[in-house]
């Protein structure tokens, strides 16, 4: 079955950088467009960014876009996001999903992907 694990979630300073990972299994992770989410407390999970499975077309939401980079390994089966300039409207928990399209749904919060990791928190604060 579909398993993904991130992680790299950690308290940051306003204006620094992490860089999160999703390790993926269960399935031919080159096949799949892959995407990252958030969820800050009492707000509804939002798409950040997704990249296709074969030509690594990458999609960014509006409030990340110059910001965050998605990158993947299929050597590796993981999924990377660079995140640079954070600032504390970036704190939330941040999950990565599988079995969706790339460029998204923009009209579902889900941007229609149906597989979940259980998430890493990133916390941006002074």
């Known amino acids: 079955q579909v398993q993904l694990v991130e992680s790299g979630g950690d308290l940051a300073q306003p204006g620094g950088s992490l860089t999160l990972s999703c390790a993926a299994s269960g399935f031919i992770f080159d096949h799949y467009p892959m995407g990252w989410f958030r969820q800050a407390p009492g707000k509804e999970r939002e798409g950040v960014s997704c990249?296709?499975?074969?030509?690594?077309?990458?999609y960014y939401s509006d409030s990340v876009k110059g910001r965050f980079t998605i990158s993947r390994d299929n050597a590796k089966d993981t999924l990377y996001l660079q995140m640079n300039n954070l600032n504390p409207d970036d704190t939330a928990v941040y999950f990565c999903?599988?079995?969706?399209?790339?460029?998204?749904?923009?009209?579902?919060?889900?941007w229609g992907f149906g597989s979940w990791g259980q998430g890493t928190q990133v916390t941006v604060s002074s």
């Open positions: 990249i296709s499975a074969y030509d690594g077309t990458t």
């Open positions: 999903a599988t079995e969706g399209p790339c460029p998204p749904v923009r009209t579902v919060p889900t």
